[in-house]
């Protein structure tokens, strides 16, 4: 680490993020932010289905004022925050939005804070693409300084993803051409917004763990605003005494922070979904419905399933009151109705399914020893299927179906998951748009084809 970085470290960073462009980033890394742009904005629209969206956007059309930023998938314009708030409510308001492997859901805050930013500008596919890939750098790095996900949580009890709100900060920055300077200010501002204490994850309706995300997005997009009209925030809140990581960081904090700026980009541990549930239960329900169809088990003849997975993962899903993020009521479902579907969700009316009541009650989840020892921070599964006869089968999966250690996704998988989603949906348009996202003049031509995609 330079003089300078140890001097400011808020400063450097700044530098780096006010100098981005999309031609200094290599090609696969480019590729993945337009995928990511694409997945998310997709599940803004999708979002609009489900309470959390519909609230969201409820609020924001009786209070946020006419604008010039879409709340996605409906008829509502606002101000630029204020459509941050609802996409960023409205893209976590299902678990279908990406996860990482650092933890949590960057692309809820950031690529809506990038969005709503670049249509309040009028900027370019290049300017959205170039915002989003920065903006998944500095919040997965600041995460990663953290301790990640899970140790934030242990540690500090506080959901991680509001560190994204810094991401945002920084990403919007870009969008608006600040400097380096008010790209700092614009940091600490957005610290002054953002918090999530994890006893969010006791609530029953994936409301507030939704709000979150478009807290943190409303935030970032206003800090950059706030900096852009001459507010100031302390000069380096990332490493000052008392800033972030004397806070919240590791013993090491500085390092991994700066380590790779610039060449180890943080979208490609970017994952996708194509479940609406919270990360960890993916390996769960696919390694469960991989023995269904390898031998042909009939629902009603399961008498047992045990799940084993890496403790910390564990922990996130494991009985909660939220029921698309407890491992037990979601693969209980995916057995009971032989999977899961994007565009139905299967509670409350599954829960007087007397099948389902009765897989729910013989799924035991525990930690698996191997699992921990292997992937500790993983997401993966093992589960064992024991039918009436007797017989037990058992299947591992170590990284789910879009997950970046898996490879990533490809455009025909993403286009397949939206299509089933959003019928209404141009999907094809989408696609080509934004596989050549850099030659958008204008991001209205893209965001404009979610006018009303949630109407069905």
């Not at 809820?108 to 670049?118: D, P, R």
């Not at 790095?141 to 953290?146: M, S, T, V």
């Not at 957005?190 to 763990?209: D, M, P, V, W, Y």
Request: glycine fraction near 10%; proline fraction near 3%.
């Amino acid at each position: 680490m330079t003089n300078a970085a140890r001097k400011n470290l808020t400063l450097a960073l700044a530098d780096y993020a006010s100098a981005t462009t999309v031609e200094d980033m290599p090609e696969e890394v480019r590729e993945r932010g337009r995928q990511i742009v694409m997945d998310e904005l997709a599940c803004a629209a999708f979002g609009q289905t489900r309470p959390a969206g519909q609230l969201a956007t409820q609020y924001v059309a009786s209070i946020g004022g006419p604008g010039p930023c879409r709340v996605l998938g409906t008829a509502v314009r606002t101000t630029a925050p204020y459509a941050a708030l609802a996409n960023g409510t409205a893209g976590h308001a299902d678990e279908v939005d990406g996860a990482h492997v650092v933890g949590g859901h960057p692309g809820a805050t950031i690529v809506q804070a990038v969005a709503a930013a670049s249509e309040h500008r009028r900027a370019t596919g290049a300017d959205l693409l170039n915002g989003v890939v920065l903006g998944y750098e500095i919040g997965n790095r600041l995460i990663r300084a953290c301790g990640g996900v899970f140790g934030v949580k242990s540690r500090l009890h506080l959901h991680a993803d509001f560190l994204h709100a810094i991401g945002a900060a920084s990403a919007v920055s870009r969008v608006l051409g600040l400097d380096a300077e008010r790209l700092s200010h614009a940091m600490a501002l957005a610290t002054f917004q953002a918090n999530g204490l994890c006893s969010l994850f006791q609530e029953r309706r994936h409301i507030s763990k939704s709000f979150c995300n478009g807290q943190y997005a409303s935030a970032g997009i206003s800090a950059a605003l706030l900096a852009a009209a001459g507010f100031e925030g302390c000069e380096d809140v990332i490493g000052a005494a008392d800033g972030a990581l004397e806070a919240w960081g590791l013993q090491d904090a500085r390092d991994i922070l700066m380590e790779g700026l610039g060449a180890d980009f943080a979208v490609m541990g970017a994952n996708f979904k194509f479940t609406n549930a919270g990360y960890p239960i993916h390996a769960v329900v696919e390694a469960a419905m991989t023995l269904v169809a390898e031998h042909s088990i009939d629902p009603q003849d399961i008498r047992g399933v045990e799940v084993g997975m890496p403790t910390n993962a564990m922990r996130v899903v494991d009985s909660r009151k939220m029921h698309n993020i407890c491992v037990q009521d979601m693969l209980g479902a995916a057995l009971a109705q032989g999977g899961l579907s994007l565009r139905t969700s299967p509670f409350p009316k599954i829960l007087e399914d007397d099948l389902y009541q009765r897989i729910r009650a013989v799924i035991v989840v525990a930690p698996d020893a191997e699992l921990d020892a292997e992937l500790p921070n993983g997401r993966g599964a093992r589960v064992q299927i024991v039918t009436r006869d007797g017989a037990a089968v058992v299947h591992r999966v170590d990284w789910p179906r879009g997950h970046s250690a898996r490879g990533g996704t490809t455009w025909q998988d993403l286009a397949g998951k939206w299509r089933d989603a959003l019928p209404t949906l141009d999907v094809d348009t989408l696609v080509s748009l934004c596989q050549g996202l850099e030659n958008i003049d204008d991001v209205d031509e893209l965001l404009r084809i979610f006018d009303g995609a949630a109407s069905a």
